[in-house]
């Protein structure tokens, strides 16, 4: 029985949440790719979306911190030589790193998802993800300032 933790992240709010996803709802995970979408509504009983939009998976983490790589495929485990993301950021110019890293595929032994939400064509409604109060009042204030 796999459980996962999906990371979602919302692009027209700049806001991600947290969402403990278990079975039967983690079984439509297992097999997808990074880069597959998956309809929105599968979600409607942790989040309520949009009609049309859909979650793309954007990358995620095994269950030893690895994380997913979109050119590795299958649900393995390789030693990559890394010379950049996703992955590994290098310090330095070309320097290059033997980096423990997970194929493109979610399989029972992936802890963490990563997804966006994908807004269907011309949608002007709110956010599937709301702002904060933090956010509320800092947009509140940006619009009392007078313009210099």
């Known amino acids: 029985m796999p459980t ?3 990371v979602l992240s919302d692009p027209m709010s700049g806001k991600a ?3 403990e996803v278990k ?9 997808l790719k990074i880069g ?6 599968v979600l ?4 309520e979306l949009p ?3 859909k979650v793309k998976i954007t990358g995620g983490s095994g269950i030893e911190g690895a994380p997913m790589h979109p050119g590795i495929p299958g649900p393995v485990k390789r030693y ?5 993301r996703p992955g590994y950021h290098p310090p330095k110019r070309g320097m290059k790193k ?4 997970r194929g493109n595929t979610i399989s029972d032994t992936i802890v963490q998802i990563n997804a966006v939400v994908v807004y269907p064509e011309g949608y002007a409604g709110p956010p599937a993800i709301p702002l904060g109060a933090k956010e509320l009042q800092k947009e509140k204030k940006t619009e009392e300032a007078p313009a210099q």
């Open 4 to 6: 996962f933790k999906l």
């Open 17 to 19: 949440r947290q969402f």
């Open 23 to 31: 079975d039967p709802l983690a079984q439509r995970f297992i097999g």
């Open 36 to 41: 597959d979408e998956l309809d929105g509504q």
């Open 44 to 47: 409607k009983e942790l989040i």
């Open 51 to 53: 009609k049309g939009a």
């Open 80 to 84: 990559v030589l890394a010379d950049s």
């Open 98 to 101: 033997k980096k423990l890293m």
